[in-house]
């Protein structure tokens, strides 16, 4: 396998070498963003399977199983099924140099042309212009929250960001897109207007805001009264509007309730609350999951939690943790810092460090090892109304889920 270099080169050609699956996809729903894309797809495929649809969904990365990754008509891929087609993207891929995300990309799109479906969702893997999901002729785009993520790839500035997340945009295409600072909308705007795409941007084109106890969706074809979103967090609503918008803006799936999604949706480890299970047994606490790893994700993840926080954070080396922990200024009584099973991460006493200084606390735990925390929370019970919430990456995330026996399905 090669390395993950962006490109759609070597991606084109595995395809090719396949029989260009991705040229026999159902109708595709192509989502980028840095933040929000995977609950947008989770709306999605809730709101379509509501409606009746088989829904096929490629969504990145996995958290337990790399199953995880594609979804075959409503229900995650075998083993076997998974494994014969892994067998027939290496064979396929002899003398390249692919990457695990090609060859992944390669492998889902070869599943879903041959497995019968209304819609096919897909998610951005990395970017846009050069991810190598972008292979695909979709009937609507969309572009969730932008932040500040994987700038050695895609620029050091939103604007550039924003650049690359929009080059998922096609001729004709609809492109849904969330409401931005105008520079950024500016580059949006450019791209799109170079490309020939449609734009529905949400401030412009439609909106959706807080009505009594659930939400009120408009555009120009009219309004829609929403439940609130069964996925927990204030920032739901948008990624739930952007769904409706996406859904609203095509017209090749008719069979959709959006409502009934809104209420169905579900999305592991996106504030999500854990299980009586083997890691957190025996603490009488609200535990809170969430992968949140930059600091606009940070940012609406403190906004969305009400009371004083215990909070528990493993953070990979490429991420601005200080950045993050601004972000709960306020808010956090204790700190104890995680390491990342497996992967490069930041060690564990510099996160406690800077927890205390920006967190003004008194003194931090340093673990080891994931488990030490918990111990640590059923030695010291977090108090009446505290929350506590573990955050900081979807690996430490699935080590979460799996250490706690909560595979998603």
Request: include cysteine; glycine fraction near 10%.
């Amino acid at each position: 396998m090669g390395g993950d270099v962006l490109g759609l080169d070597r991606v084109s050609e595995l395809c090719a070498r396949l029989g260009n699956p991705q040229d026999r996809l159902p109708p595709v729903f192509h989502v980028a963003g840095t933040n929000g894309k995977g609950s947008t797809i989770a709306f999605l495929r809730a709101a379509l399977e509501a409606g009746g649809s088989k829904v096929h969904v490629f969504t990145s990365p996995h958290l337990v199983r790399f199953n995880e990754r594609i979804r075959l008509a409503g229900k995650l891929i075998d083993d076997d099924a998974l494994a014969t087609l892994l067998e027939e993207v290496i064979d396929a891929a002899d003398g390249m140099k692919v990457s695990f995300f090609e060859a992944t990309t390669a492998a889902a799109f070869l599943a879903f042309s041959r497995t019968p479906a209304d819609a096919c969702l897909v998610e951005v893997g990395l970017g846009g212009r050069l991810d190598a999901t972008n292979i695909v002729s979709p009937v609507v785009t969309g572009i969730a929250a932008l932040g500040m993520d994987h700038m050695h790839f895609l620029g050091d500035n939103l604007a550039a960001i924003a650049g690359e997340k929009a080059g998922i945009a096609k001729p004709g295409v609809p492109m849904v897109t969330m409401r931005h600072p105008a520079e950024v909308d500016a580059t949006i705007v450019a791209h799109a207007t170079e490309t020939a795409t449609p734009l529905v941007r949400k401030g412009c084109d439609w909106w959706v805001e807080e009505n009594g106890d659930g939400l009120r969706y408009r555009d120009r074809k009219g309004e829609l009264d929403l439940p609130s979103p069964a996925l927990p967090g204030r920032h739901q609503a948008a990624n739930l509007g952007l769904a409706t918008a996406m859904l609203r803006h095509q017209d090749a799936v008719s069979a959709y309730d959006i409502a009934a999604g809104a209420r169905a949706a579900r999305w592991p480890a996106r504030m999500q609350r854990l299980k009586d299970g083997p890691l957190t047994q025996g603490i009488d606490a609200p535990i809170i999951l969430d992968g949140a790893h930059n600091p606009e994700a940070a940012s609406a993840l403190a906004q969305s939690i009400d009371g004083p926080i215990v909070l528990l954070a493993g953070i990979l080396k490429n991420r601005d943790y200080p950045a993050m922990f601004e972000a709960f200024r306020g808010k956090v009584t204790r700190f104890a810092g995680l390491p990342v099973p497996g992967h490069d991460d930041h060690d564990t006493k510099d996160l406690c460090a800077a927890a205390n200084e920006i967190l003004g606390l008194p003194g931090s735990y340093p673990t080891g090892r994931v488990e030490q925390a918990l111990d640590w929370l059923r030695d010291k019970p977090p108090a009446p109304g505290e929350t506590v919430l573990v955050m900081g990456s979807l690996y430490l995330a699935g080590e979460i889920l799996w250490l706690n026996e909560e595979l998603p399905d």
